[in-house]
């Protein structure tokens, strides 16, 4: 093959290789024999099914059975979400609506808010690329089965407990963006605000799981020989967004461990009499925010790059011009945070910058748009379901940028700032760029997921109820706004020109609302009622329709391979001619391929059915409970309980012998993941080590921004003694040389000395740990101003990672001790290293800047 | 994965060089720069100054010596070296345009 777009990628030596050293090319992968395929599916559905009845519940870690099971909870608090919506219209029908109480007012527009954005939109995204990318990318699973299951239970329980607030009168109440100080202890005394920060930050678990888990199948779990280059765009767009969250939310999830540590404990980051600041609280909550509202929109964008083609019979127009648009969006939207934040009192110079990236930012969305149009007009537009919910999107989304438009002119913005017309445009962009093209999917997808075909009308008469009630419920807020109503009011007495405005829109409402109880309705009847749909309904070219319907839990009964690279491939695919056919060794198998060309590399044996995710969940969530009940003293217990659970992890995993290559097809026999060092795992512990990284750039920004905006901190009291500069660098010695011996370990694994060194690197990592307690005890008291308070906060990061590079070093040594090491099979030495070298890095950038502030101060 | 690298060396400079001058920014209006004359201008200007016509000079090295493959691969690259140069061009124009610490 000459196709000049293999040439790009994908040069890594090693990637790839036959045992004689050559690289594996497509033309190397011949045809297996064909098989009967009952026999195939029987054999695959014994090793891929989930338990039956509740125990699939707890133990299913299929990403089919998690995915669906995300969407269902996701709409689920879509509905909640809805009802409290619906009170808010009931509660602003009239002018002194009696309806709510202030304080209820304030919890229910904020829990609409927080559970639209956190328990339903995010949550909603991550089900959708859970259940859909292993079956575009031509993938059995993705990476990490038993991560997606820990993800959904933390998504559960914490949007368990942040609804159940609602119904003991103790939600969060202080806006879904919790600003300080309003939300600090002075002013929010009682638990509303805990709820928020712990719930929300135990349902990030979920999102950083699925960051993690997303990027790493996209990079390594595709079909044979498919480049990234040539990808289904779905993969472009998660990527993207994938990566988005690895950056995005770590600064939330700080700035809520922050804020929760200055409830708890009174470690003053965001207290002005202390040297704090309620901006550190707004940068890093927008410094999440932003890049949220496109972490939303990237994966509905997606769904619009695969369905607007499919549906209009012809080819996305540009694919490179797309993938250029969707990485400038997913860099540019990390540069426009403050434009949240122009009215706080930020020097012109930096107004500037922020402006100018959010007007830049318009660039990568117009392409893509124009992409969708040409390529409409390009093809033969078909007004199917879904096309409708295109077209939805198209009307409302447009006129969100267009009123965007008039937001970003600062004399409209004073003018329109906290009114209605923010509400009515941040409605029409999150409704028509996430939740039009949201249903979209569903309607597409629906057919592989039920196996079924629509009941014919009600899908339209709920398309057409929800398009109406929702332009009449906010295109009136537009005018309301510019009247002067502001947001978040719960009666507007004196105004009683806003009433017949603001009645109409509530009308409007309970017709959006019963247009989506319709659309519920009719996914019901379609999944009891519906008769069989034909293979591939839409005649889409990818590889999600080379399947049986519904989608078996194994995806596929061979891998497409070079010769099966689209959905005309279902039958060749589903007698075995592809690539791992059936299950012969009893093992949830996939393959692994080089990331940039989609060679394949190695054979990736999954987890199988498991109940520790749910029980990890359960003791992650036995932390924030403790939390949340102030019962501080306790809650180390939860820590425990984690640390134990996360053991338990390692301990299902591992082999103590090295197996045969398993034949991928005739002539091509590949290693097991056991005995290769580039593994899902390795690559999964860069990716969660480039989120912490950020959070622990965030922290560094705190740092900074505290220290540009408090001028005249106090000189320590105590501050860094003499004795503590020796004794931190002998910490900072302990662990380089437990780094050292990390990579000796592995260098070591065939002799006999390998236990030894693994316990000397246990021992040093142990030591280096150790000597960072009196550090900690000798700083000076943390609630006495933000600078010791940032102090702690940077030696508790070293401490926390500490004890995972200790259990990581544990972990090596028993691995050792029990044989995990040895021959080709290397344990848990590479993350093992990668930890040690974060570790090191992080705690050296510390330690240097508590000098460089001892030195200025 | 070196094909990504290098449709990413644009876009990541880009977000090197505007934490860069932001850091720059909030740092010299903190320590007095912008009060202290520098020839036909004052420090701060000057360091920013300095900083983002440098960023830009990188830019262009990679819109010129970075590009590689054929076809989509390397029209992709292309495009992510562009990225980095307009978007550092344009986010960070305003150093020569604006005062600073007001
Ligand atoms: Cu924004």
């Excluded at chain 1, 969407?71 to 909640?80: D, E, G, Q």
């Excluded at chain 1, 409830?263 to 965001?270: K, L, N, Q, S, V």
């Excluded at chain 1, 001619?577 to 093992?587: D, T, V």
């Amino acid at each position: 093959m000459t196709d000049a777009t293999q040439q790009g990628p994908g040069r890594d030596a090693g990637a790839g290789v036959l045992p004689d050293g050559t690289a594996i090319e497509a033309a190397d992968i011949a045809a297996s024999p064909p098989q009967r395929a009952l026999v195939l599916h029987r054999q695959l559905d014994k090793v891929w099914r989930d338990l039956p009845g509740w125990r699939g519940f707890f133990t299913s870690v299929n990403h089919g059975t998690i995915g669906l099971r995300f969407m269902a909870t996701s709409f689920v608090f879509f509905a909640i979400g809805g009802v409290l919506a619906m009170m808010i219209r009931a509660q602003l029908a009239t002018r002194d609506g009696a309806f709510l109480d202030v304080e209820l007012y304030n919890q229910i527009f904020t829990m609409h808010g927080s559970i639209m954005m956190f328990l339903f939109a995010i949550p909603l995204l991550e089900g959708l690329a859970l259940w859909l990318l292993p079956k575009i990318l031509g993938a059995r699973d993705m990476a990490f089965p038993r991560l997606s299951a820990l993800g959904y239970f933390c998504y559960l329980f914490g949007g368990t407990v942040i609804v159940l607030s609602l119904l003991f009168g103790v939600a969060p109440d202080g806006g879904w963006f919790m600003y300080t100080p309003l939300t600090s202890r002075t002013y929010s005394p009682g638990i509303n605000a805990d709820i928020w920060l712990l719930g929300v930050t135990f349902v990030e678990i979920s999102a950083m799981a699925a960051a993690v888990e997303i990027t790493v199948t996209i990079l390594r779990c595709r079909a044979a020989h498919m480049p990234l280059t040539k990808m289904p765009l779905m993969a472009w767009y998660l990527l993207g967004t994938s990566v988005m969250m690895l950056l995005g939310f770590p600064p939330l999830i700080l700035g809520s461990i922050l804020l929760e540590v200055e409830r708890a404990f009174g470690w003053p980051f965001f207290d002005v009499a202390r040297g704090g600041s309620p901006l550190l609280w707004q940068h890093l909550f927008w410094l999440f925010g932003h890049p949220e509202v496109y972490i939303i929109f990237l994966p509905a964008a997606g769904a619009l790059s695969t369905i607007i083609p499919i549906l209009s019979r012809t080819t996305i127009l540009g694919y490179g011009a797309i993938v250029a648009a969707v990485i400038g969006l997913v860099f540019l939207s990390f540069g426009l945070w403050v434009h949240h934040m122009f009215t706080v009192g930020i020097p012109h110079m930096a107004l500037a910058f922020f402006s100018a990236a959010s007007a830049l930012v318009a660039v990568p969305t117009a392409i893509q748009i124009f992409a969708w149009i040409g390529t409409m007009y390009e093809g033969r537009v078909t007004l199917r379901l879904p096309m409708l919910y295109v077209m939805g999107f198209f009307a409302t989304f447009v006129m969100g940028g267009l009123t965007g438009v008039m937001l970003a002119m600062v004399p409209f913005n004073w003018q329109a700032h906290d009114t209605h017309f923010v509400v009515a445009h941040l409605h029409y962009v999150l409704v028509g760029g996430f939740v039009f093209p949201m249903l979209a999917a569903v309607s597409y997808w629906m057919p592989l997921i039920s196996g079924r075909w629509r009941v014919a009308g009600l899908g339209e008469a709920a398309f057409w109820l929800i398009l109406i009630g929702f332009h009449g419920t906010f295109f009136l807020m537009h005018l309301t706004g510019l009247l002067g109503m502001p947001r978040r009011v719960a009666t507007y007495p004196g105004d009683p020109e806003w009433e017949w405005l603001n009645l109409i829109s509530s009308i409007f409402g309970m017709v959006q609302a019963a247009g989506f109880a319709l659309f519920a309705f009719d996914i019901v009847m379609q999944w009891l009622f519906g008769r069989r749909s034909w293979r591939n309904p839409w005649k889409a070219p990818t590889l999600d329709w080379a399947m049986p319907l519904p989608a078996p839990s194994y995806n596929f009964a061979s891998l497409p391979g070079p010769r099966q690279p689209d959905a005309d491939a279902i039958l060749p695919l589903a007698r075995g001619e592809g690539l791992l056919p059936g299950a012969p060794r009893g093992w949830r198998e996939t393959l692994v391929v080089e990331p940039g060309s989609g060679r394949p590399q190695h054979v990736m044996v999954l987890a199988t059915n498991t109940a520790l995710p749910v029980a990890t969940s359960a003791a992650i969530g036995s932390f924030f409970a403790m939390m949340l009940a102030g019962l501080y003293w306790l809650a180390p217990l939860g820590i425990l309980a984690t640390l134990i659970m996360a053991w338990r992890w390692g301990e299902i995993m591992g082999t103590t012998t090295d197996h045969p290559p398993a034949e991928v097809a005739p002539g091509l026999s590949l290693p097991l993941h056991w005995q290769v060092r580039n593994t899902l795992a390795h690559t999964g512990a860069v990716a969660l080590l480039v989120a912490d990284a950020t959070l622990y750039a965030s922290l560094l920004f705190g740092v900074g921004f505290l220290t540009v905006v408090a001028p005249g901190w106090p000189a320590p009291e105590t501050g860094f003694g003499p004795w503590m500069l020796p004794l931190a660098l002998a910490a900072l010695a302990a662990m380089a040389v437990s780094t050292v011996i990390a990579h000796l370990a592995e260098a070591r694994r065939d002799s006999a000395a390998l236990r030894v060194w693994t316990l000397a690197g246990l021992g040093a990592a142990g030591l280096g740990l150790a000597l960072l307690a009196p550090l900690a005890l000798g700083l000076d008291d943390p609630t006495r101003h933000a600078r010791d308070a940032l102090r702690g906060a940077v030696v508790g990061f070293a401490v926390a990672h500490g004890v995972i590079a200790v259990m990581l070093a544990l972990r090596a040594h028993v691995d050792a001790v029990r044989g995990r090491i040895g021959g080709d099979r290397r344990g848990a030495l590479p993350v093992w290293q990668l930890f040690q070298k974060f570790w090191l890095a992080t705690s050296i950038v510390s330690v240097a800047l508590i000098c460089a502030q001892e030195v200025l101060a | 994965m070196i094909w990504m690298a290098r449709v990413l060396a644009g876009p990541v400079l880009w977000a090197v060089l505007f934490s860069a001058v932001y850091a720059l920014h909030g740092a010299g209006c903190h320590l007095g720069w912008s009060d202290r004359p520098l020839g036909f201008t004052d420090l701060h200007h000057a360091a920013m100054w300095t900083v983002w016509i440098g960023g830009l000079l990188l830019h262009a090295g990679l819109v010129v010596w970075m590009p590689a493959g054929q076809g989509r691969a390397r029209w992709i690259i292309v495009a992510g070296t562009w990225i980095g140069l307009v978007s550092s061009a344009f986010t960070l124009f305003p150093v020569i345009v604006t005062s600073t610490c007001f």
